[in-house]
């Protein structure tokens, strides 16, 4: 089993930025790659970004150029840069994991991200 505990939510302004983090913790040797999604009131989930083992990375369209994903392999953290944030990106946003074993993915709990005036 994998544990993913999400954390740097928030209000922000449009136009503002804020730093997600996701700690993992558990069977790591497991997880291949960890990603974010996130989900609006009334919307399905989606994908926000991607990162796998081999370094290769996957944004949505809506956040190119504005959000960045990393990971430091060293504390088991995956982390989402956000800037430039727009109200439309309001969301909770779930930290995930893909692993190689059963039960072949993990998520966190959310965290709220709120962008208004």
């Known amino acids: 089993q994998v544990q993913l505990v999400e954390s740097g939510g928030g209000l922000v302004q449009p136009g503002g930025s804020l730093r997600l983090a996701c700690v993992a913790s558990?069977?790591?040797?497991?997880?291949?790659?960890m990603g974010w999604y996130r989900q609006a009131p009334g919307k399905q989930r989606e994908l926000v970004a991607t990162?796998?083992?081999?370094?290769?990375?996957n944004y949505a369209e809506s956040v190119k150029g504005r959000f960045t994903i990393s990971r430091d392999n060293a504390l088991n953290t995956v982390y989402l840069q956000m800037n430039s944030l727009k109200p439309e990106d309001t969301a909770v946003y779930y930290c995930?994991?893909?692993?190689?074993?059963?039960?072949?993915?993990?998520w966190g709990q959310g965290t709220q991200v709120t962008v208004s005036s």
């Open positions: 990162n796998t083992d081999a370094g290769s990375t």
């Open positions: 995930h994991a893909n692993l190689r074993t059963n039960p072949f993915d993990s």
């Open positions: 558990g069977s790591i040797f497991s997880i291949y790659a």
